[in-house]
């Protein structure tokens, strides 16, 4: 069974300041890899996400993730962040085969100070 | 489209009372999932159907927890009795086999057990 790590449980930034969250994940297959993202009182919304192709895949509001294999990686970067990313981010890792659900990660609290 | 449709949004009980929550999928698609969310455990795969067949319900937490898909526009999951350690965001989600293994949120049903 797949499960996904998220080193990072809250990370505090200034505005402006360049984003890193780390995410790994156990699978020997084939696997689609997203970011959800949770701002305060709201669902979770879909970030980005990566199913195959180009290993950096880029998203909403200036998020990007690159996949990286042979780490089992998917960390989710901005090169500058804003007051109104302070929110909850989830990474969550798929198998790629019929009839499996998205297992998430305990996610990372981004606060950012303006 | 309306999205996944959650109910009731907040839910506040007393231990020991019996708590339904209600979810409506978005049409057409043919995966439905269960999560829970809390501070300490993130959040927890409970169940999911494909073509309201339940495929996985290792996650249910205990006997109390029971749910189902009696059609494909409308499932439930019920706590019988329902105990204070119970009190959780219950998120359902839902996907499409052809949509890439994209999953789309509710706005999650936010359970008080006193």
């Known amino acids: 069974a797949q499960s996904v790590s998220q080193h990072n449980h809250h990370v505090i930034l200034s505005e402006a300041a360049s984003l890193e969250l780390g995410c790994n994940y156990s699978?020997?297959?084939?696997?689609?890899l997203f970011w959800y993202v949770q701002y305060p009182g709201q669902h979770l919304q879909l970030l980005l996400k990566y199913f195959s192709g180009d290993p950096l895949v880029k998203g909403i509001k200036g998020f990007e993730a690159e996949f990286i294999k042979s780490k089992f990686s998917f960390n989710l970067r901005k090169p500058s962040v804003q007051w109104s990313d302070t929110a909850e981010y989830f990474c969550?890792?798929?198998?790629?085969?019929?009839?499996?659900?998205?297992?998430f990660g305990k996610g990372t609290t981004l606060s950012v100070s303006s | 489209d309306a999205g996944v449709i959650q109910s009731p949004r907040h839910e506040v009980t007393e231990m020991g009372q019996e708590v339904t929550l209600r979810c409506k999928p978005i049409s057409g698609h043919d995966y439905l999932f269960w999560y829970r969310q809390t501070m300490m455990r993130g959040l927890e795969l409970l169940i999911y159907f494909n073509n309201n067949v339940p495929i996985d319900d290792s996650g249910m937490p205990e006997d109390r927890f029971s749910a189902k898909m009696p059609n494909a526009s409308f499932s439930t999951l019920k706590i019988q009795p329902s105990e204070p350690r119970d009190s959780a965001v219950y998120f359902c989600?839902?996907?499409?086999?052809?949509?890439?293994?994209?999953?789309?949120f509710g706005e999650g049903s936010w359970l008080t057990v006193v």
């Open positions: 989600a839902s996907s499409w086999t052809n949509s890439g293994n994209t999953i789309y």
């Open positions: 699978y020997g297959g084939t696997v689609n």
């Open positions: 969550a890792v798929m198998a790629n085969q019929a009839g499996t659900a998205l297992i």
